[in-house]
């Protein structure tokens, strides 16, 4: 049973369409995460969430949308799609907080590929 | 300066060898130092897991934090072709922290 579960897998669409992927987890974990991972394998925070609040905005694009509707599930809404965008999302979620043994659990990530 | 800086390799080793990866990082109150795993195609798996100094063996699997230096490390001994994986350096500044920096990764190959 997968713990941290994306869909969909692959993607591939057009500039300037909005698509969604959604995450779940069955850890019982209160935080998640979403992480953009570029061509060159760069590993980046975009939001987590504690809880379904929203604690870490990084700087990314209004275009991108989080949505937690409950403390299991964390989707990524993505309006106006750009080419810059094609990249790998990986969903992840946490006990709590970093730190003190709490380790981040990885979904197999979401290839996005915008043509 | 970056947070956390990796050799992104790419490193080539024959079966046997014993594999040193590292990563230097800038601040030195740093606390939490892991190493993942990610094969292709794949998420990223915590494989070590190391709180300030000193060393944590796991297996064949060694990994080292030195603060004074800010420099850490990950030996693998007795490398596998199963061991041929990105490995990416991972810091959370401290206890509490949701913010998990991670370095670009170094892809390894181990040659049968």
């Known amino acids: 049973d997968t713990a941290v579960s994306q869909t969909p897998k692959y993607l591939v669409t057009q500039m300037g369409n909005d698509k969604s992927i959604k995450c779940e987890q069955n850890l019982g974990h209160d935080t998640m995460y979403w992480y953009k991972q570029d061509s060159k394998k760069f590993l980046k925070i975009m939001f987590s969430y504690n809880n379904k609040e929203l604690i870490i905005n990084e700087t990314v694009p209004n275009r991108f949308s989080p949505k937690s509707p409950d403390k299991a599930h964390l989707n990524l809404h993505i309006n106006s799609l750009e080419l810059g965008d094609s990249a790998v999302y990986f969903c992840?979620?946490?006990?709590?907080?970093?730190?003190?043994?709490?380790?981040?659990?990885f979904g197999e990530g979401s290839w996005l590929t915008v043509v | 300066q970056k947070e956390v800086e990796q050799d992104p390799g790419p490193l080539s080793v024959p079966e046997g060898a014993i594999v040193s990866l590292n990563c230097t990082y800038s601040n030195s109150a740093f606390q939490y130092f892991m190493w993942y795993r990610q094969y292709s195609r794949k998420g990223p798996e915590l494989l070590m897991y190391?709180?300030?100094?000193g060393n944590k063996e796991d297996g064949r699997f060694t990994a080292q934090v030195d603060k004074s230096s800010k420099y850490i490390s990950l030996f693998i001994r007795d490398s596998q072709p199963s061991d041929s994986a990105t490995y990416l350096c991972?810091?959370?500044?401290?206890?509490?922290?949701?913010?998990?920096?991670f370095g670009k990764g170094t892809k390894l190959s181990v040659i049968p």
């Open positions: 991972a810091i959370l500044p401290r206890a509490g922290s949701y913010q998990l920096t």
């Open positions: 190391t709180y300030s100094s």
């Open positions: 992840a979620s946490s006990p709590q907080a970093g730190g003190s043994g709490n380790t981040i659990y």
